[in-house]
């Protein structure tokens, strides 16, 4: 038997262990952390205010691991699946800076994350149902809604924290190479209530993640 063929039941062991490293393991980076390294603002507010962006910006990147790994799993053609994994992968440097960045500031991630990337996986294993090219849709507008969330944390990041910022300057970068990738390897427009619904869960899940 070909090791690389996976029944239904090790596709659900892989995604439980990916959600389980995503949430609770220190993951590997492909690249390093942009920046230098910074301890937190001395300013006890910045401080708090940069740490939970962060662990906002940390729970953006377990559900984004989430969302590809379960588009990946119901994907038809091996050219978007390849395209899912690739993003994942990179979306996966992001998880690793955002929790070195916590380590820096003093703070943890959100106490939340194994629900993040199993509601992930469940919203993300729809979209695919519904066809790749309505799967890499979904990819798109949810890369164009990451690119605006992180650009507000942009302005609302404490100006002396280069540290924080050159890290989501580099993963707004990223993100919009994702949504040109998924236009480009062919995604359709999504139907008008989708990116209302898909906005409305990113508020729900970041307010909850601010805190939790």
């Given amino acids: 038997?070909?090791?690389?063929?996976?029944?239904?039941?090790?596709?659900?062991?892989?995604l439980a262990d990916s959600g389980l490293r995503a949430s609770f393991a220190r993951p590997p980076s492909s690249r390093p952390t942009p920046g230098q390294p910074a301890a937190a603002p001395v300013?006890?507010?910045?401080?708090?205010?940069?740490?939970?962006?962060?662990?906002?910006?940390?729970a953006g990147e377990i559900?984004?691991?989430?969302?590809?790994?379960?588009?990946?799993?119901?994907?038809?053609?091996?050219?978007?699946?390849?395209?899912?994994?690739?993003?994942?992968?990179?979306?996966?440097?992001?998880?690793?800076?955002?929790?070195?960045?916590?380590?820096e500031l003093g703070s943890r991630p959100s106490l939340l994350g194994?629900?993040?990337?199993?509601?992930?996986?469940?919203?993300?294993?729809?979209?695919?149902l519904a066809g790749d090219r309505m799967s890499l849709g979904f990819m798109a507008e949810t890369e164009r809604q990451v690119e605006g969330h992180?650009?507000?944390h942009l302005e609302r990041l404490p100006a002396d924290d280069v540290r924080s910022r050159t890290?989501?300057?580099?993963?707004?970068?990223?993100?919009?190479?994702?949504?040109?990738?998924?236009?480009?390897?062919?995604?359709?427009?999504?139907p008008e209530p989708v990116p209302k619904?898909?906005?409305?869960?990113?508020r729900i899940m970041t307010g909850t993640a601010y805190w939790i």
């Fill in 150 to 152: 992180l650009a507000a």
């Fill in 1 to 14: 038997m070909d090791p690389r063929v996976l029944s239904p039941l090790d596709r659900l062991l892989e």
């Fill in 197 to 202: 619904l898909m906005h409305l869960t990113a």
């Fill in 167 to 190: 890290i989501v300057q580099q993963m707004q970068a990223d993100e919009v190479g994702h949504g040109r990738d998924a236009i480009a390897a062919g995604a359709t427009t999504l």
């Fill in 114 to 128: 194994p629900l993040w990337y199993a509601g992930s996986v469940a919203i993300g294993a729809l979209a695919g």
């Fill in 63 to 103: 559900a984004a691991q989430g969302l590809y790994h379960g588009q990946a799993l119901t994907a038809r053609q091996p050219s978007t699946r390849a395209a899912l994994h690739k993003a994942a992968a990179e979306e996966g440097d992001h998880l690793a800076w955002c929790r070195d960045r916590l380590d």
């Fill in 43 to 58: 300013d006890p507010a910045s401080r708090r205010l940069a740490a939970a962006l962060m662990r906002v910006n940390h």
